[in-house]
Nanobody, 127 residues
């Protein structure tokens, strides 16, 4: 089993920045990919970014490309998502997921490929 704990959310003004953290524990050696998703009220969970655990390859959704950075600290078993130029439409609960095996190309975009999830952290962007 893998346990994930997100932190770093909060209330921020339009144009501001946040750095979200996701700390993994347990059988972390089994993780191949970590991803960040978000879910706004009444909407489906949306892919934001993913990073391979070993090689550091990164992938971004168009909605955050250019204003976000995903990174990892393997000794700390922690993945980060930095978000800049925040907009009110970025308001959502942000989740990190861990995958043991992404089964197909671009599968990192699908929440079905992640077997472990954190509890989420709320990000609210005021206008």
């Amino acid at each position: 089993q893998v346990q994930l704990v997100e932190s770093g959310g909060g209330l921020v003004q339009r144009g501001g920045s946040l750095r979200l953290s996701c700390a993994a524990s347990g059988r972390t050696f089994s993780i191949t990919t970590m991803g960040w998703f978000r879910q706004a009220p009444g909407k489906e969970r949306e892919f934001l970014a993913a990073i391979s655990w070993s090689g550091g390859s990164t992938y971004y959704a168009d909605s955050v490309k250019g204003r976000s950075t995903i990174s990892r600290d393997n000794p700390k078993n922690t993945v980060y998502l930095e978000l800049n130029s925040l907009k009110p439409e970025d308001t959502a609960v942000y989740y990190c997921g861990a995958s043991r095996n992404i089964r197909y190309s671009a599968g990192y975009r699908s929440d079905a490929e992640y077997g472990y999830w954190g509890q989420g952290t709320q990000v609210t962007v005021s206008s």
